[in-house]
Nanobody
Framework: QVQLVESGGGLVQAGGSLRLSCAAS????????MGWFRQAPGKDREFVAA????????WYADSVKGRFTISRDNAKNTVYLQMNSLKPEDTAVYYC???????????WGQGTQVTVSS
């Protein structure tokens, strides 16, 4: 059983920063991709960023490139999403997910709310 627990969401003014964390536990072996997704009210869930547990590759949605940075701490089984220069359109519930590749995520966290005020 795999468990993902997000934290770090909150309310911030436009231009501010937040850092989200996702702690993974359980049988994560074989799942090498950790991703962040978000879902705003009335919109579909969208990809934000992804990273390999073992390796250097990272991926970002065009909308967050240059503002968000995904990183990991293997010793803590934790992935982070540093979000800078936040915009009101970044407001959403942010989810972390664990999977075998960029298009297959089998495990999801419960989500953490990020609200950016203008």
């Amino acid at each position: 059983q795999v468990q993902l627990v997000e934290s770090g969401g909150g309310l911030v003014q436009a231009g501010g920063s937040l850092r989200l964390s996702c702690a993974a536990s359980g049988r994560t072996f074989g799942n090498n991709h950790m991703g962040w997704f978000r879902q705003a009210p009335g919109k579909d869930r969208e990809f934000v960023a992804a990273i390999l547990w073992y390796g250097t590759a990272t991926w970002y949605a065009d909308s967050v490139k240059g503002r968000f940075t995904i990183s990991r701490d293997n010793a803590k089984n934790t992935v982070y999403l540093q979000m800078n220069s936040l915009k009101p359109e970044d407001t959403a519930v942010y989810y972390c997910a664990l999977g075998v590749d960029l298009s297959t995520y089998d495990y999801w966290g419960q989500g953490t709310q990020v609200t950016v005020s203008s």
